[in-house]
């Protein structure tokens, strides 16, 4: 049961949700730390002396906020509005602080000292409380009295714990701090100081807000634009290049971020780091001007322009999403470089490629395939040959297969017609998709006509069959989406890889990306840009159970030792025989982990069960010595003549049931 405070403290203004619960232990009697493990959240595991600066950023996270305001008899909304963090998580999250995995939480703990309490020693003097800000890292002095703050024991210099006492009385020397006053005279920090303060108790006040949305946009939205608007230095037009504060790359991830789209797979939130670099820039602005700003409609519109066509839309006629963007897919880097379009996608419902042509800006098809396809499927319907085709059409034998095949895998050719073509194509057994990532993998390439050469020497396929399948829909997003990025890599230096990484694992020297480019002229991140990180994994896991298996024969060669001198061993035996440490082994060898404990708990057993067999076997020669001797048999003569409590011999007697009598 959690014990209540009968004495009640005044909250003071700016105070920490710790400081006031130290107060309130001192004038109650009651241990801090007893206290404070009585409102753990147990979910959380054990309580752990350094996780106590949570409950001053986000107390949800480390304590019962239930029982905590039950201690202090105030509601929790009460308790959750005078902490003074959590106030500052929600100027930047309306709705819910969590809802970005503790993302804000994760910046804000960056500038929090969490290792020991700061204080100024005048205040502390006056009021006995311990202010919420003196925590934050760029915070140096304090703003009432112009000195600096302290956090150490002036006599033996040791850091006074988070969870102190207001009295500050050092836990080390248990010398009780003086208080002294050293006057700042420098005026330049004083001021940065005051400056920095204003900003933070902008931020952690419950009445004031960074912004007052944007109509038609989420709270972090709205300031993701007021972010670029002022790093612009307020000018109408939105331009990446013209940012006074952030390079292109994180303007244009704040940019994306506003229409739920990633930038180069990264996204970026507003956040508080964000705004203090706003904040401390050249623009020169205050924290006041900054939440009244007001940003035009121009702006606005410029932003959302240039992000508000894209994705574009599917602009082939026989589409089932023609006119939508339900289906339209960006391709990946590595496979954009074909194209002299910004953004080219593909509609993963017909595979027709788009993209913005760079001179006019329009959306169009990358190519005019849709016009030879359209032309094609006239001709073919109207019962013309093939080979009249290929001469009305102008284009190659091979296109007009590759068109024909499409045609039929995507159901545009009239029954009667369809029925003709597809009684020319080669059943298939297995799935089409395992069948073209093995010819892939056999030619190294995707270019069409060796896949089409290799088909014919594996499955026996002949060109209608082979553009038949190639333009099934699990086929195409194999070849664009899921393995594009490797066969891009020269077999050449693949083979350099792979025999390094042989070489690391027969010498049985560590795979790391180092190691393994080590003596190869390529970048650090070629591996992980090329799709080769499995590599990299299955010659690691390879290595591992080698490890493993050798270690295995070290732990059965050592307990076999041990057993043949008769010794015992313990677990620490093992880890020096081993030569690793407990975290190690139990990190990176868990199989091992558990196969030594195993061990040792038998070893352990074994000895018990000697050791029972022993006192049971002494206890039988006492017990018959006295019999022989006619004397009185009791637990306590024969716990006296072998030299042993009654209650070990009681344990060892029901464990051996021996008669006594």
């Not at 999403?321 to 590595?334: A, G, H, L, Q, S």
Request: charged share 30%.
């Amino acid at each position: 049961m959690v014990r209540k405070f009968t004495k009640r403290l005044k909250w003071q203004p700016l105070e920490s949700l710790s400081s006031y619960l130290m107060r309130m232990c001192e004038a109650n009697g009651h241990n801090l730390s007893k206290q404070f493990k009585e409102i753990y959240n147990l979910k959380y595991g054990r309580f752990r002396s350094f996780r106590a600066y949570y409950i001053d950023i986000a107390p949800e996270r480390v304590v019962d906020v239930k029982k905590l305001s039950s201690i202090f008899s105030i509601s929790n909304d009460d308790l959750l509005h005078n902490n003074a963090f959590t106030n500052l998580l929600k100027k930047f999250q309306e709705n819910n602080i969590d809802n970005d995995d503790g993302v804000q939480f994760k910046i804000l703990i960056k500038g929090y000292e969490q290792r020991y309490r700061r204080f100024c020693p005048s205040c502390i003097k006056n009021k006995g409380s311990f202010n919420t800000l003196w925590q934050i890292k760029e915070i140096e002095i304090c703003d009432v009295h112009r000195i600096p703050l302290e956090n150490s024991c002036p006599y033996c210099s040791t850091y006074y714990p988070y969870l102190t006492d207001t009295k500050l009385t050092c836990q080390k020397c248990n010398f009780k701090y003086e208080y002294k006053s050293n006057v700042i005279l420098d005026q330049e920090i004083v001021d940065d100081q005051l400056l920095k303060y204003s900003i933070w108790n902008f931020l952690i006040s419950p009445d004031t807000k960074l912004t007052n949305g944007i109509k038609g946009l989420t709270y972090e939205k709205a300031l993701a634009i007021l972010f670029l608007y002022v790093s612009q230095n307020c000018e109408i037009k939105y331009k990446s290049t013209s940012n006074l504060v952030f390079s292109k790359d994180e303007a244009n991830c704040l940019r994306y971020f506003i229409l739920d789209e990633k930038y180069y797979k990264k996204i970026r939130r507003p956040n508080l780091s964000i705004l203090l670099r706003i904040l401390q820039s050249p623009i020169n602005i205050n924290i006041e001007g900054f939440s009244n700003i007001i940003v035009p409609k121009e702006f606005i519109d410029s932003v959302m322009e240039l992000l508000s066509d894209y994705p574009k839309k599917c602009l082939t006629v026989w589409c089932p999403r023609n006119n939508t963007d339900e289906k339209m897919k960006k391709i990946d880097v590595y496979y954009k470089n074909q194209f002299k379009h910004k953004n080219p996608s593909v509609c993963t419902d017909c595979f027709i490629f788009f993209g913005e042509n760079k001179k006019t800006g329009i959306w169009e098809e990358i190519s005019n395939k849709t016009q030879e396809i359209l032309y094609v499927m006239e001709l073919l319907e109207s019962g013309e040959s093939l080979k009249l085709i290929r001469r009305k059409s102008k284009i190659s034998s091979t296109r007009v297969y590759e068109i024909q095949g499409y045609l039929l895998a995507h159901n545009l050719l009239s029954t009667r017609l369809r029925r003709s073509l597809l009684s020319k194509i080669i059943k298939n057994k297995y799935l089409v998709s395992k069948m073209f990532k093995d010819l892939i993998e056999s030619t190294n390439s995707y270019n069409k006509s060796q896949l089409r050469r290799k088909s014919k020497e594996i499955f026996k396929w002949n060109m209608c069959t082979f553009y038949y399948y190639y333009a099934f829909v699990e086929v195409q997003s194999y070849i664009i989406f899921d393995s594009k990025k490797e066969t891009r890599v020269p077999q050449e230096v693949k083979d350099q890889i792979i025999n390094r990484i042989k070489i690391l694992v027969e010498d049985n020297i560590k795979v790391t990306v180092e190691n393994v480019l080590e003596g190869i002229q390529i970048d650090r991140d070629f591996l992980k840009v090329r799709g080769l990180n499995y590599l990299l994994i299955e010659a690691k896991e390879k290595q591992i159970t080698l490890a493993l298996k050798l270690l295995m024969n070290k732990v059965d060669k050592f307990v076999e030792e041990k057993k043949q001198k008769n010794e015992t061993f313990n677990f620490n035996n093992m880890l020096n025989n081993l030569g690793v440490q407990r975290n190690t082994l139990f990190i990176k060898y868990p199989t091992l982990f558990e196969y030594c404990l195993k061990l040792v708990r038998d070893e352990k057993q074994e000895q018990i069960a000697l050791k029972r067999q022993a006192v049971l076997q002494k206890a039988l020669k006492v017990i018959e010595v006295l019999r022989k001797n006619g004397e009185e048999i009791t637990f306590t003569k024969i716990a006296n003549l072998m030299n042993i409590s009654e209650t070990t011999l009681l344990y060892y007697r029901k464990k051996g049931k021996f008669p006594l009598f």
